[in-house]
């Protein structure tokens, strides 16, 4: 079979692509870093690369005019929408003939992906569980000696640790202290076991906090020994190709023989890669990474575990483990130290998972006597309240509408997306800001934007929203009204669309589906909201916390000025960020911290919103944007009368 | 390469020879069972095979004249000695050369070695580690639903089991709970821990009692839910082949950079393929074996752990571990469940092992509260003294005389090795009992012999000892008299020796060295027994205890009368059979046994041998056969001269 060299930059990744390989199958099978939410379907349109023909002297290659196939016609409808730049091509579309140098552009690359930096730090004390202990054993005399494996218990009983070696421990125990003098580390975890022995000249142990989200996973390593951060990572969930949300990964799993066991593959070996970058980064040694917590989703867990998910993809959604959940590292192929072991944090529910016990974790002391709303905001939202001593936690089915799914402009809050609108209310025109720029872009004239514009991000997706009503381009129940501004709206099939950003060749526009999803996302949301404040009796919040990238870039003004928080005031508001990989690390710096999360979970009440007559009820109210002039028919809200509604804008 | 069929009788086990392989390496290859304890070096004479040429219509192969390679010297010597029967080759010498049919006889064959087999009762109450509980499962509400995990722990509590499933049982948790209608059965370890989950309708868990000897290793397998023995088997150590006794295979791995590791590979290797045999002759699940108790040396025990003995080789003799030990089945390569686990009963001390107190836990209600030695005599003996409430063990350098090894005609006890003997003390003729055969051998004129003779087995040692040294034939310090029998000895060398049995072409010759093997081995038990009554204060015995395979073939009588024990009489003296091995199936039977056993190892005072001044004037004084006449120069039997009063025998 021919077979072409493909060379990757900037990070210089060599690879060889035969038969039929895309440069995208390339790039995954060599771990180029290249986004992809559609799984290579030639769908979403992030996997962007640059080919430049002509001679690469530092590859030693010649790149051919006809090193890749023709353009494609889904290239080509791209290209016509202003999705593809013009000079690049979608690596999954793209077919590799010849050798070639492929150029992957910032914003195609997954790292990019901002994950909050600033969400890092945490207090607590540096308390792990697993502990490094300086030993030197006795000589041994000729008489009724004692054991080796005696001597050190005894040595370890000196710091007050009952332990004995096992066998790993044992097998190399005597080499170690032939070699040492009798001076070896001993490695104890949880002051009670004996993970490992190491000679007596390396001191740092370190841990790793993973949140592996359905979008994206994040790794943090800490220096356990002293107490520091020494690498961050976030890579996307390669589960993505088996479905972009969470219910259409169940129903692969469901639909397909041994679906699952091609989901836990996926994640871990991601996992597992990532953490072999950071042991290579920091050039650790293989036992070094000993400790690992790590929170996701009930379905994330599970998958991660090895669990199949489909007992969570249909009614009665019975988990298979709850509780906080340990397990060797070396039973999930982690590929870290055989003595690692992975602590999975307990979930609350069937849809509130171990990311949300992880926020908590981190707001535990924070909300302990207060009123307080813990909200994280991703395809589902997960709320937590606490009020009135005790803490009540539920799921609304939001939609990935948040996280700029769904919306025909959205993308994921990474460079280039809008975060930031102000819509005049007397021309239409938007001022916008993007994530990676600190300054406003100027009005949506194209020509006068200093920075491209890639598209809406959640958090841009609440201001257009609240901006669109308050310029009452919307009426209450969500209805576009071009009326109002006839400038900036143009008919769009049978219904109509607002121009947001006239940039040249890629307009940005807010269509009337658009509005749609947002409406249903905020409702399942206010009415989750509701229902915890129902069952806890609180009418008032002293703070309402906003956990997930989402909230990073959200002004809490527009958060709650469209109402998707029932009774939330502007300064009530708070962003917390990745909380959930946080909350993983605060439990793996501080084993009472996590004895106390694993204590208070088992307290905290589960609301059902899917079984929950008043759901239904509370989900159309907050349907309306409270500050848009009143529709027509304003009955027209009614759930059940949506698709017709929409029918009739045209 | 040229190959060449070879099929061995009467197992049937096809094979492949080719280039310079000999039988004994096709038949170690190929798994057929076939004694050697020098691991095929043409020296122990114990690999003999039969080739009848000729049409094998049975097997399609004509075996020609030619099929195996001439005889070597050394097979030619073994036959002027006896050693060798006519018509038979040595596997270890005999090349293959072309297709070739190989008979195994009896004799020949591992298994026929004569393990007890009375010895597979004892007394205890069937309460294992591993319990099964057929548990039925509530089915799941859609309100705030437990985990399954939970609901399984929550049935579990009905029996009083405090347990969680740990990550193998918990991935298949759902699947079987949807498969069988919630029902199944939980596999639960001590009480607290569930070590495997099974559909239900498998209602048997089993467990291996392995006792790893340095010559040969012994399994039973029990149906530990009923309580019955259910296969024993028994097979050659393999690590012979490194070294026959066990400070030549330390040697071995002294000198041999990774020579442990290839000790420790052949002695899992072995005990997996009994394992393997013993599941697929029970037709067993690969999970249900669950449970393995095993005993050994020191030596053994850590070698099959993975542990080197090096540390055993050279003073100051540190264990590495002594207490008991439990070890994941996985982790030594065993082949079983995943879940199963590994227990090594505990040891004394540097050369009082797992085997001793194995023994020790079949006699420990027997010992309370008396006076009783008990004695496993191998290569070293084990001794066990229990007096006024202390209990006290030591080991003694018996060398390998009493297993019938460096004795000229000795031979392992097994079919056709002399075991009784009587001698006329007016002629020096001898009557012969053989194992296998209950009717004594007539006179030692050999036509008259109904059975072959192949050697002397250990326990026959003893009796032509005491014999010989009642007749008169040896002097009280064991040098020959020829002048009392001229008949009987012909000179040998610079020395002499006495004919036992004149079986034609084989005749069997008591050497001056054998007398000499064995008083070095009587002198060091005698020694020994000193030392521990002397350390308790203990003058008499209510009961002396023989353990191991020798003990069964012995005359207490002959015993007593030897002196080896000193104080013992003879109707104190009872054989308890292969208690190392009971021991382990003991402690597998019922956990609070074992449990006791580990109590009471830890109060055992272990008395050093090596280091006691007074061992040296102790086996000084048991080297006499009292007995026999006194010598013409009584001093002569201090330790000092016995070389040179060797070199006067002549």
Redesign the interface.
Known sequence: MTQHKVIFTPSGIRATASGEDTVYDVALAAGVDLQSICGGKGMCNRCQVEVEPGSHAKYGITVGEDALSDFTDSEKRAIEKGRLQPGRRLACRARVLGDVVVDVPADAREYDTSISKTSVAFLTDLAPAVTLHMLELPQ???????????ALSAALRRFGIEA?????T??K???IL?KNNRRLIAVVRDDREIIDIWPPEMFHVYGAAIDIGSTSIALYVYDLSQGELAYEASAMNPQIRFGEDLMSRVSYCMLNKGGEEKLTKAVREQVAAMLEQARVTLSLGQNQILEVVAVGNPIMHHLF????PV?LGQ?????????Q?Q??AR?LDLGISESARVTMLP?I??HVGADTTGAYLTQIDAMEGRSVLLVDIGTNAEIVLSHGGKVAAASSPTGPAFEGAEISAGVRASKGAIERVRIDPATGSARVRIIGHDEWNSDSDGSALPHRVSGICGSGIFEVMVELADAGFIDRGGLFRPEACPARFVQDGKSWKFLLVDQPGAQIWIKQTDIRSVQLAKAALAAGVRLLTDHLGCESFDEVLLAGAFGNHLDSSYVARIGIIPGAEADQIRSIGNAAGMGAAMAMFNRAEQQKLVEAVRHIE?V?TA?EPKFQDYFVEAMAFPSAPQSNDENQQGRGRRRRSRDRTA
């Not at 000729?142 to 494996?149: R, Y």
């Not at 004995?164 to 790993?168: F, G, I």
């Not at 575990?305 to 199949?308: A, E, P, T, W």
């Open positions: 041994q005399e000729l008489d009724d000696n004692p054991s080796d494996a005696e004995s070696p096992k066998h790993r044992l097998v125990l005597q080499p032939a575990l090895g669990i199949s007992e009614a009665p959604f019975t988990l298979a483990v709850k509780d959940f397990v060797p039973l979930l529910g069937g589960k059902e079984t």
